[in-house]
């Protein structure tokens, strides 16, 4: 690629958690022909093992920087992934917001990026929210993305001055079939990701929480295996 070619290649902050949707959405920048700053974010959750799975896909997807941030809300607690309160397991649909919910956490996230945005004069955020198989959370609903953006043009520099913010939730409306199926169309390594609420020392996954649930119900879906989990020869 040509050096004048990156002149005219907006850059991008991306989310990147480890997860599945993190992973799609940074492969998802990259195709869109933005310039990816990958953003992570250490914030005491007990499944941490994600932060390596996170360094790998940055890596293997050439983010031109990855960035870790880290933030202690394990010392606030109010949710099983920032405290001694157990992770549910298999537990039956419900419209409740779960227990596994971080007090605010999508609204602290974007302003970390917006933040890192505004100082490398990037003006699209990117963000794997998800309003179909989710679970349940205030902050991965449309409302919230579209009202966090108008708070992103009204209280920045960079907006106040007409240079506008966009965040981009990819994946708002797919369920994680379909986040699988784009991810697999843009070349994501889904062995690379990680999951799971509560894995065991050495990453492996509970295979009983809501988000391994919800990854295995995609895979099945699509009659797949989930490269990520051990299968018998």
């Known amino acids: 690629m040509e050096a004048n070619d990156l002149v005219f290649r907006p850059k991008a902050v991306v989310l990147l958690s480890g997860g599945m949707d993190s992973a799609v959405c940074l492969a998802w920048a990259k195709a869109q022909g933005m310039i990816p700053y990958a953003l992570s974010i250490r914030y005491g959750q007990r499944h941490s093992w994600e932060l390596q799975c996170a360094s790998k896909i940055a890596n293997q997807s050439e983010a031109t920087r990855h960035l870790i941030l880290d933030l202690d809300l394990r010392s606030m607690g ?7 309160i157990p992770v549910p397991k298999n537990t039956p649909a419900s419209d409740a917001i779960p227990i596994t919910y971080v007090p605010a956490r999508n609204t602290v996230f974007l302003s ?4 890192w945005a505004e100082t490398l004069q990037a003006h699209d955020l990117v963000i ?3 309003s179909v198989d989710y679970s349940g959370y205030p902050d991965c609903r ?12 009204l209280a920045t520099r960079e907006g106040v001055e007409g240079r506008s913010f966009q965040i981009h939730a990819p994946l708002q409306h797919l369920d994680k079939a379909g986040i699988i199926q784009l991810g697999l169309s843009l070349g994501v390594d889904f062995s690379q990701t990680h999951s799971c609420y509560d894995p065991q020392e050495e990453g492996a996954a509970c295979g009983a929480c809501d988000a391994c649930r919800l990854r295995e119900q995609g895979f099945a879906q699509l009659g797949i295996a989930d490269p990520a989990r051990p299968h018998p020869a």
Do not use: K, R, Y
């Open 128 to 130: 794997g929210v998800n």
């Open 78 to 84: 109010g949710s099983a992934l920032t405290d001694t």
């Open 142 to 153: 449309p409302a919230f993305i579209q009202t966090f953006n108008q708070l992103a043009n």
């Open 112 to 115: 970390l990026a917006l933040a």
